[in-house]
Nanobody
């Protein structure tokens, strides 16, 4: 089993920044692609960003490209999402997810992810 715990959410004004972190425990972190998804009120969960287990491959949703950066620290079992130039439409609950695989691939499909955190709320005010 894997436990994922997110932190770093909060209230920020539009144009501001937040850094989300997700710490994994219970299983080796090295072979897991790590991703962030988000769900806004009344909307379906959507992909935000992913990083492969080597860190060599990343992918971002078009809506966050150039503003968000995903990174990982394998020795610390942590993945982070640096969010800059936040917009009101970034308001959502952000979820960290892990996908274990033998291939070093940055999967963007939420159905492929095995483990999920409880989510951390990000609210961007105008």
């Amino acid at each position: 089993q894997v436990q994922l715990v997110e932190s770093g959410g909060g209230l920020v004004q539009a144009g501001g920044s937040l850094r989300l972190s997700c710490t994994a425990s219970g299983r080796t972190f090295r072979r897991a692609a790590m991703a962030w998804f988000r769900q806004a009120p009344g909307k379906e969960r959507e992909f935000v960003a992913v990083i492969s287990w080597s860190g060599g491959s990343t992918s971002y949703a078009d809506s966050v490209k150039g503003r968000f950066t995903i990174s990982r620290d394998n020795p610390k079992n942590t993945v982070s999402l640096q969010m800059n130039s936040l917009k009101v439409e970034d308001t959502a609950v952000y979820y960290c997810a892990a996908r274990y695989s033998y291939t070093d691939y940055a999967e963007t499909n939420s159905r492929e992810y095995d483990y999920w955190g409880q989510g951390t709320r990000v609210t961007v005010s105008s």
